[in-house]
């Protein structure tokens, strides 16, 4: 139960921020917005303010916002006329597409403020993060996630003073203070000269993170929503040529992912949430109708053509990226059980 409220409190916000950047530009360019909704199914509140409903659905999965203009009315009070200037339909193409954009870059910009909190706040002390076989560490029964306090009786506060300690204690049992599920514990080991690099090591890597500036925070934050964003692009890349496997997590593998990092503490579930975040900014510029990139991709269409797509051609083009869309749910699903049974490989055929 735990982890499926850790999913929704991530997802949440993620939703939240992607759906106030539609409706903040579209408020602001003088669109008429009827509902603003956070979740999906029935609701289960909702309040009137001016002429914009704000609710929130059952499932707290997902969210929109509903504006004027720009799909079939479902209830007839909120149908607009044709020459309505407050309708999307009849807004300039540029601020048509800066109310579809701003969704997906409101992720981006999620992204960038809590990595710019990560890397301003959130101290991180010398943690494991890989143990090598066979190993001093191994054998000593150091583990993934074991923060290492002190060694040798000193505090160990960076990996650089750990890394001296140990040089300095080449073939001699090393006593060393950790701190694993919270209690303190002593574990011992003797380091070992490698034979390949002549480095005298435990085996193990370790993750240390120092707080930083809020202006040098700010900068690494937003380099690194760069770099994340890049990094998917050429996976996503590499996955429709065929030159690398398709690797892509649906629903099973996300929670998956979010409990893990809850288990590991805040900082990792900050950080992962900042990840997520891009994922869904970038899943939404895909150029799938029904989506955000989808729209934008239509809109620039209709500036070639110089006249708008026919609603009977984009209903067809809809219905096309839906399909696609249960097909790549599907799909993914079928990778996330793979990976939570091995053994299905064998049974279904991806």
Do not use: C
Not at 4 to 27: D, M, R, S, Y
Not at 81 to 90: G, K, L, T
Not at 207 to 214: S, T
């Amino acid at each position: 139960m735990s982890l499926i409220l850790t999913f929704i409190l991530v997802l949440g916000p993620l939703v939240f921020f992607h759906e106030l950047g539609h409706f903040a530009v579209a408020k602001a360019v003088g669109v008429r917005v009827h509902e603003f909704a956070l979740g999906m199914g029935p609701a289960i509140w909702k309040r009137r303010l001016g002429e914009t409903l704000y609710s929130l659905r059952l499932l707290p999965l997902g969210g929109f916002t509903k504006v004027a203009g720009m799909d079939q009315p479902e209830d007839e009070s909120d149908r607009v006329s044709d020459d309505d200037s407050r309708s999307f339909a009849n807004k300039p193409l540029w601020q048509r597409v800066a109310i579809i954009a701003a969704g997906p870059l409101m992720n981006f910009a999620l992204a960038a403020v809590l990595l710019t909190w990560y890397f301003a706040f959130v101290v991180l002390p010398p943690t494991v993060q890989y143990v090598a076989p066979n190993s001093p560490a191994e054998q000593s029964g150091l583990a993934v996630g074991d923060v290492i306090l002190q060694a040798d009786g000193e505090a160990v506060r960076t990996v650089s003073e750990l890394n001296r300690i140990v040089r300095e204690k080449e073939g001699t049992p090393l006593e060393l203070v950790i701190q694993r599920n919270g209690s303190n514990q002593v574990v011992r080991a003797v380091p070992s000269r490698d034979e390949e690099t002549g480095v005298v090591r435990l085996g193990v890597s370790l993750l240390e993170k120092p707080r930083l500036g809020i202006l040098e925070a700010l900068r690494i934050g937003t380099v690194r929503t760069w770099e994340i964003t890049r990094d998917l692009v050429i996976a996503l890349v590499g996955m429709v040529t065929g030159r690398t496997e398709a690797e892509l997590s649906g629903p099973i593998g996300i929670v998956q992912v979010v409990g893990q990092s809850a288990e590991r503490g805040s900082a990792y579930l900050l950080f992962i949430t900042a990840v997520l975040s891009v994922n869904l900014g970038l899943f939404n510029l895909l150029p799938i109708p029904v989506l955000d990139g989808g729209w934008i991709s239509l809109f620039f269409l209709e500036a070639l053509r110089g006249k708008p797509v026919a609603p009977e051609h984009k209903g067809v083009a809809q219905l096309i990226g839906l399909v696609l869309l249960v097909g790549l749910a599907l799909f993914a699903t079928m990778k996330d059980l793979i990976r939570l049974f091995p053994p299905l490989k064998d049974v279904i055929p991806f």
